[in-house]
């Protein structure tokens, strides 16, 4: 059973230049929060969506930045015209949606590191 | 508004002693610690946790204590295995309908010597 994939792995992008992340949430899971590791820094919350919905976007910057979660396909964060402070880590995390208590059974992804010229 | 800090960034203990991890939080309204561990390249990865109405949680070599009216959190790793290297970020939660967001620590590398 595959964990949580992100892709791609590391992206590079050039000031004012679009960034797409992705991220394929585990087998059956239809929660979905995403989080960013500025550098030394701990991850930051920015948004948590369920399929077609976002519940909570307190985390996510009001302005470029926008994240969805189809029905079908994968979790996508974007940012628009990035800046050199977009440079970051970028974590997909999914849980189950169920009885379970999602604060112990959030699934982390890899990663995207993000590098803007 | 650091809510969650780790004001240890890094930690260096010998194998077979004890690596105690310190995490201080400022907000009344957390009722949800826990423990990541993050290798390189990698998301990082559950330990354990506690809830407020406990002040201890243990699972294996792996125990968290919570002293709430410090707010203040420890994990300790005892004994410490060089597979235990890793950076330990401590993570808390506010119960409610979004309650799966998890605020961070910035964490504290342990090196764990052979």
């Known amino acids: 059973n595959a964990g949580v994939m992100q892709n791609p792995r590391h992206l590079v992008r050039r000031r004012g230049q679009e960034a797409r992340l992705r991220c394929s949430p585990m087998?059956?899971?239809?929660?979905v929060y995403w989080y960013r590791q500025l550098p030394e820094e701990g991850l930051k919350f920015m948004v948590y969506?369920?399929?077609?919905?976002?519940?909570?976007e307190s985390g996510m910057p009001k302005e470029r930045f926008s994240a969805e979660f189809p029905k079908e396909g994968p979790s996508i964060l974007r940012i628009q015209q990035v800046v050199r402070g977009d440079s970051a880590a970028y974590f997909c995390?999914?849980?189950?949606?169920?009885?379970?208590?999602?604060?112990?059974?959030?699934?982390f992804g890899p990663g995207t590191r993000l590098l803007v010229l | 508004d650091q809510q969650v800090k780790q004001n240890s960034p890094s930690l260096s203990v010998q194998e077979g002693r004890i690596s105690i991890l310190n995490c201080d939080y400022t907000?009344?309204?957390?009722?949800?610690f826990l423990w990541y561990k993050k290798y390189p390249a990698e998301g990082p990865t559950f330990l354990i946790s506690?809830?407020?109405?406990?002040d201890k949680n243990e699972d294996g070599r792996f125990t968290v204590f919570l002293n709430k009216s410090a707010k203040h959190l420890s994990l300790h790793i005892v004994p410490s295995q060089p597979g235990d290297s890793a950076v330990y970020f401590c993570?808390?939660?506010?119960?409610?309908?979004?309650?799966?967001?998890?605020?961070f620590g910035q964490g504290t590398i342990l090196t764990v010597h052979p």
């Open positions: 506690i809830s407020s109405i406990k």
């Open positions: 969506l369920q399929k077609e919905n976002i519940i909570d």
């Open positions: 993570a808390a939660s506010v119960g409610g309908t979004s309650y799966g967001k998890l605020t």
């Open positions: 907000n009344s309204m957390f009722d949800y």
């Open positions: 087998k059956g899971h239809s929660h």
């Open positions: 995390a999914s849980s189950p949606g169920d009885n379970r208590d999602p604060r112990e059974t959030q699934y």
